[in-house]
């Protein structure tokens, strides 16, 4: 109820403000200063990149000025937010968050839907339709208003070394396509006492939920669907793949608890893992750093029977928030919308996969030459694109920072090895969240 009561005054806001949409210019003897709040989860010069990005709408629209600020990772940009909104602040104007909070910025309060102003265009309809359904669905709520607009957005995908197949014998154009595959690939190419890992899993550190969700995809089972209310975290299925994941570490294949995010990249471009799973938006940075030929592939499906077999992973990244109390004018708006708008085009899009791997988010891109060329001279930055045929939401509920604690906290538990039993811990887990999102059923 309150979440419901909250969101009726964020969608009033949002009516009340496109009715004033395009009636008013931008004050050009008083600048707009729009505070954009950005994170990073990848290497490279994200900062560099934003900022030229913030020059070039400048340019081009004079009397709105951007203000990037860098805020760390996701999680850091959440906490930043939540920080300064309930202190009394005003927080950012628009900012680069995961599209998995999207409820629980809805709950508080801290957003209006982008929906008022895709209505007010006159092609927004086409507009939405550009971008890939995958990427969009985790932007709408539960009743099919759409609140924000992908801008980094992913998948997990299999990094893999092409010489080290060749030096074990491997077919360099052959990567694993299903689980047990990825096991017999992994016991071939990993050295004894960790001098090389056949894979590597970056769950370490405290939020494995998304690379454990691609798991439980490719076994059968989400652990979310379109109802923000329901969780399914201890279905047997679920339960399988976790146990997958320990069973990595225990045959010595991968790291006992997986590596840590940012480390996994470096090991792999170093030659100390012959595989990874990582986000797409790595692979600029691999490809940059890598003194060796990067095959990179879908990420493997479930195992190699008639009840498993299929690919599976969650997208990921990040989407466009507007953060408003009801107190910005229409001109701010319009602004912030332009912002937007232009990040989220086809031409920003592609050199933004050019520059980081990222997925451009509007299939039009695709089309532009800039990314035909791209692909033409590196194929792997079509693998992500190509694998959200497979994709499905990514972890997003009700009350999401606090089942995402749960979660995390129970899976590093059992991949960790501090909990044998993985049943019990995920039924355990499955009666806190339970508990949590009753009210919401």
């Keep these: 109820m309150r979440a419901m009561k909250r969101r009726q005054v964020c969608l009033l806001l949002a009516f009340v403000v496109v009715l004033s949409l395009g009636v008013l210019p931008v004050n050009a003897q008083e600048p707009i200063v729009i505070d954009f709040y950005y994170p990073t989860a990848v ?47 005003t927080g950012p104007d628009v900012a680069v968050m995961l599209a998995t909070d999207l409820f629980s910025f809805v709950e508080e309060g801290y957003i209006i839907p982008a929906q008022g102003f895709i209505d ?10 550009d971008f890939f359904p995958a990427l969009l669905l985790n932007s709408y709520d539960e009743d099919g208003v759409l609140w924000s607009i992908p801008f980094q957005r992913s998948t997990p995908i299999l990094f893999y070394n092409k010489d080290q197949f060749a030096e074990v014998g491997l077919d360099p154009e052959d990567p694993p396509q299903n689980r047990d595959e990825l096991v017999e690939y992994a016991q071939q190419l990993a050295l004894p006492d960790g ?98 030929e990067v095959g990179v592939a879908y990420l493997p499906s479930g195992p190699a029977n008639d009840e498993g077999l299929g690919y599976g992973t969650p997208t990921g990244g990040g989407n466009m928030y507007i953060f408003d109390d009801g107190t910005k004018t229409p001109e701010e708006l319009d602004a912030i919308w332009r912002w937007i708008e232009f990040l989220s085009s086809p031409e920003i899009q592609a050199d933004w996969t050019v520059q980081t791997g990222y997925i451009a988010a509007r299939q039009s891109a695709w089309e532009t030459d800039t990314l035909v060329n791209l692909l033409a001279e590196h194929p792997q930055y079509g693998v992500a694109r190509d694998q959200l045929t497979f994709a499905d939401r990514e972890f997003s509920s009700y009350r999401a920072i606090d089942v995402q604690g749960i979660i995390n906290t129970t899976l590093s538990s059992v991949l960790s090895g501090s909990e044998t039993d993985a049943q019990a811990a995920l039924d355990g887990a499955q009666a806190q969240i339970d508990s949590l999102l009753e009210e919401y059923r």
């Design 195 to 292: 001098e090389r890992w056949g894979l590597m899993l970056p769950v370490a550190g405290g939020f494995p939920i998304w690379l454990f969700q691609s798991f439980a995809i490719a076994n059968g089972q989400n652990i979310v669907s379109d109802d923000p209310s329901v969780v399914t975290f201890n279905d047997p299925k679920v339960t399988e793949a976790l146990e997958f994941m320990v069973a990595l570490g225990d045959d010595g294949i991968s790291p006992a608890g997986g590596s840590a995010w940012g480390d996994t990249p470096t090991a792999f471009t170093s030659g100390q893992a012959a595989m990874i799973y990582h986000t797409t938006g790595s692979l600029t940075n691999i490809l940059n750093n890598a003194d060796f």
């Design 120 to 129: 007010q265009m006159e092609d927004g309809e086409a507009y939405v339709d």
């Design 43 to 89: 290497g490279g010069p994200i900062t560099e990149i934003l900022e030229g990005y913030a020059a070039q709408f400048e340019e081009a629209n004079p009397g709105i000025d951007i203000n990037p600020v860098y805020q760390g990772d996701y999680t850091q940009l959440r906490t930043t937010v939540q920080t300064e909104m309930q202190g009394g602040g």
